[in-house]
Nanobody
Framework: QVQLVESGGGLVQAGDSLRLSCTAS????????INWFRQAPGKEREFVAG????????DSADSVKGRFTISRDNAKNTVYLQMNSLKPEDTAVYYC?????????????????WGKGTLVTVSS
């Protein structure tokens, strides 16, 4: 069982930046590709960005391309989501999840472990 913990969420204004972090309870994060998803009130959970186990491969949703960057530091057992130029429509609970594959994965159905999420609220 891998326990993931997200942090770094908060209330910001449009145009601001935030950096989310995803860590694991044990030093196991480097074994997995990690993907970020988000879920806004009344909407389905959607893929945001993913990174391969080594960090060599990344993927991101069109809605965040050029604004969000995913990275990882396996020595620190942490994956980051740098979010710049935030918009009100980015408001959501953000979750990190491990993938059954070693590469980024856009389908939530293919995740095996999830964190509890961190809330990001962007005011206009």
């Amino acid at each position: 069982q891998v326990q993931l913990v997200e942090s770094g969420g908060g209330l910001v204004q449009a145009g601001d930046s935030l950096r989310l972090s995803c860590t694991a309870s044990e030093r196991t994060l480097s074994r997995y590709a990690i993907n970020w998803f988000r879920q806004a009130p009344g909407k389905e959970r959607e893929f945001v960005a993913g990174i391969s186990w080594s960090g060599a491969g990344t993927d991101s949703a069109d809605s965040v391309k050029g604004r969000f960057t995913i990275s990882r530091d396996n020595a620190k057992n942490t994956v980051y989501l740098q979010m710049n130029s935030l918009k009100p429509e980015d408001t959501a609970v953000y979750y990190c999840a491990t993938s059954l594959l070693l590469t980024p994965e856009r389908s939530a159905h293919n995740m095996n472990y999830w964190g509890k999420g961190t809330l990001v609220t962007v005011s206009s």
